[in-house]
């Protein structure tokens, strides 16, 4: 079981910038796909972005490809979600996921470790 602990949620106005964080243990970080999913009030939880071993990157086009970044430093052991042009639509809990395959996805159920969340909320 790979432990994950998330950070960087908060409050910001539109258009405003976050980056969320996310460390993690394990000795073989570096071969786990790391994904970020949120869930709104009253939704169920949604993809945001995943990143697997070398640094490919597959994105929700929808919501928010060309505003999130996803990236990975293997040799801390964490991942990052860089978020910009924020929208109020943004607002939600916010989660760091590992799979310890090599198999990137874009399915929560194939994710087996997950962090507690941390919130973010955009105001108009």
């Known amino acids: 079981q790979v432990q994950l602990l998330e950070s960087g949620g908060g409050l910001v106005q539109a258009g405003g910038s976050l980056r969320l964080s996310c460390a993690a243990s394990?000795?073989?970080?570096?071969?786990?796909?790391m994904g970020w999913f949120r869930q709104a009030p009253g939704k169920e939880r949604e993809f945001v972005a995943a990143?697997?071993?070398?640094?490919?990157?597959?994105y929700d086009a929808d919501s928010v490809k060309g505003r999130f970044t996803i990236s990975r430093d293997n040799a801390k052991n964490m991942v990052y979600l860089q978020m910009n042009s924020l929208k109020p639509e943004d607002t939600a809990v916010y989660y760091c996921?590992?799979?310890?395959?090599?198999?990137?996805?874009?399915?929560?159920?194939?994710?087996?470790?997950w962090g507690q969340g941390t919130q973010v909320t955009v105001s108009s």
């Open positions: 996921a590992a799979k310890t395959d090599n198999f990137i996805s874009t399915d929560a159920p194939s994710f087996g470790s």
């Open positions: 394990g000795r073989t970080f570096s071969r786990y796909v």
């Open positions: 990143i697997n071993w070398i640094g490919s990157a597959i």
